[in-house]
């Protein structure tokens, strides 16, 4: 015969709180001080979301950031934390968000997010400057450049309207227009400065793909000549 016996009300919950997952917790560590920068908070078209920097100062200049997106009293941290704050800027739609974040003397790079289940998380498995850098150097015309300082990609104004200023009619909330930038230490004697300024490419946010678009060429090609002379 068998017999069935219920396990105690303390056990019970026990293994309940056993099996289920552990709740993480909603905001930075307390030793990370919310910046009263104004310029450092950006807040989404809807209204929704509100973008929040905190900073920890470890002395002996190990300063880290972290950038948190708030929604109501939920809050998401956007990976990753990084050494300096950071500029924001919202598809129009409110459901894309890219960070402009500089890791160096006029070097920066992009961080792609988009929300889920109604929260922003990272949209791409790397950086979307990683990404923008790997394509510049898959085309023929510029694989072989190579830069040395003041590596930037840029995110160009425009995703509120979907870059209407430069002539355009592409869908709304699809696309994003980001420029490269950088230098050389190698250049003739008569040269002060030799590198790429502002060569642009477009990322389709429904393919997460890149390409040129033909009004772009002429000052691409400029771009991977440009030098300052003595």
């Known amino acids: 015969m068998t017999v069935f016996c219920r396990p105690a009300p303390w056990l019970a919950l026990a293994m309940m709180l056993g099996a289920a997952p552990a709740l993480a917790a909603s905001g930075p560590p307390p030793d990370y001080i919310l910046t009263d920068n ?27 950031w972290q950038a948190w997106a708030r929604r109501g009293e939920q809050m998401t941290e956007l990976k990753p934390e990084q050494g300096y704050g950071a500029g924001f800027r919202f598809s129009a739609d409110s459901q894309w968000l890219v960070r402009m974040q500089k890791t160096g003397s006029g070097e920066q790079d992009l961080f792609l997010y988009h929300v889920e289940n109604g929260a922003f998380i990272s949209a791409t498995k790397t950086s979307l400057s990683d990404l923008a850098w790997a394509y510049f150097h898959s085309r023929p015309d510029t694989k072989r450049m190579k830069l040395d300082y003041h590596i930037s990609a840029n995110l160009m104004k425009g995703t509120e309207d979907a870059y209407r200023r430069l002539g355009v009619d592409w869908p709304a909330n699809r696309y994003l227009v980001i420029s490269l930038s950088g230098e050389m230490d190698k250049h003739p004697k008569n040269v002060a400065v030799k590198g790429l300024a502002n060569w642009r490419c477009r990322y389709d946010l429904s393919t997460g793909s890149f390409d040129v678009p033909a009004m772009f060429a002429k000052g691409n090609a400029e771009a991977l000549n440009w030098e300052i002379r003595r």
């Open 38 to 64: 104004a310029d450092l908070a950006f807040t989404s078209p809807d209204g929704a979301t509100r973008i929040e920097q905190y900073m920890k100062d470890g002395g002996n200049f190990d300063v880290k």
